[in-house]
């Protein structure tokens, strides 16, 4: 409607907006669980709980069918799949997932693998090695990014 366009319309001068005020001006809107001044709830209780973010461990993640540029029998790590570009270097802890389909063997050196990312890289007659999760050596290095 158009609000503020003479006594005529029933809504001019103050344009249904009352008198002086913060809500009688323009661009006014407050913020969530705004309470006047008082001290709002979601401050005046306490905080509880406990955060694990700084002891979570994040993991590069590859899908088993972005393994097929490699050749078979190769002996795939984090390091070779960095060389080829198949992605960045987030954390140096690596994780393969199973979407996609692999038709060669090769031999995986991971920290972990999903069950049907190994039942596939299995099936085609590949071979897993689990390596250590080696936390020391990513907190030297500065790559953890678990904060």
């Known amino acids: 409607n158009r609000v503020g366009r003479g006594p005529g ?4 001068k103050t344009a249904g907006r009352g008198f002086n005020g913060q809500k009688s001006r323009s661009g006014y ?3 969530l669980g705004f309470e006047g001044g008082q001290m709002p709830l ?6 509880r709980g406990f955060n694990n973010a700084r002891f979570t461990v994040r993991f590069t993640i590859i899908n088993v069918g972005d393994l097929n540029v490699f050749d078979a029998g190769t ?11 198949l992605t960045s270097p987030e954390t ?6 199973g979407n996609g389909e692999i038709d060669r063997p090769l031999t995986i050196k991971t ?7 190994r039942a596939k890289v299995e099936a085609a007659g590949g071979t897993i090695e ?6 020391a050596k990513a907190k030297k290095s500065g790559e953890s990014k678990g904060e």
């Open 130 to 135: 689990i390596l250590p999760l080696d936390r």
């Open 42 to 47: 979601y401050r005046r209780i306490p905080r």
């Open 75 to 85: 002996v795939v790590d984090l390091e070779k799949i960095l060389e080829v570009g």
């Open 111 to 117: 920290h972990k693998i999903s069950g049907s990312a």
């Open 92 to 97: 140096p802890w690596l994780k393969v997932l």
């Open 9 to 12: 319309s029933g809504n001019g």
């Open 29 to 31: 809107k407050q913020r």
